[in-house]
């Protein structure tokens, strides 16, 4: 028999072909199941775009702006 079950498939080589991602810290590849970085150390995890919501950024900014306009304008708004 010419059949090598020893070595993956065909089908495995191409599924996982492509498995490394890019640490956002080094820029780097590093194997997509990687839980650290191994060029910086950056740790991957769920929730790894963690930021400030653009609502609440525009939120503060607003209420900052009132702020700034009340007391620059000696406490009367109208």
Same mark, same amino acid.
């Given at each position: 028999?010419?059949?090598?079950? $020893?070595?993956? +498939?065909? =089908?495995?080589? %191409?599924?996982? +072909?492509?498995?490394?991602?890019?640490?956002? %810290?080094?820029?780097? $590849?590093?194997?997509?199941? =990687? =839980?650290?970085?191994?060029?910086? @150390?950056? =740790?991957? @995890?769920?929730? %790894?775009?963690?930021?400030?919501?653009?609502?609440?950024?525009?939120?503060? @900014?607003?209420?900052?702006?009132?702020?700034?306009?009340?007391?620059?304008? @000696?406490?009367?708004?109208?």
């Amino acid at each position: 028999m010419d059949d090598d079950h $020893e070595g993956p +498939s065909q =089908a495995d080589i %191409e599924r996982f +072909s492509n498995i490394t991602r890019t640490c956002r %810290e080094c820029k780097k $590849e590093v194997f997509d199941d =990687a =839980a650290v970085c191994y060029h910086c @150390g950056h =740790a991957f @995890g769920a929730k %790894e775009d963690v930021g400030m919501p653009t609502w609440a950024l525009v939120t503060t @900014g607003v209420i900052l702006v009132i702020f700034l306009v009340f007391i620059m304008g @000696g406490g009367n708004i109208f």
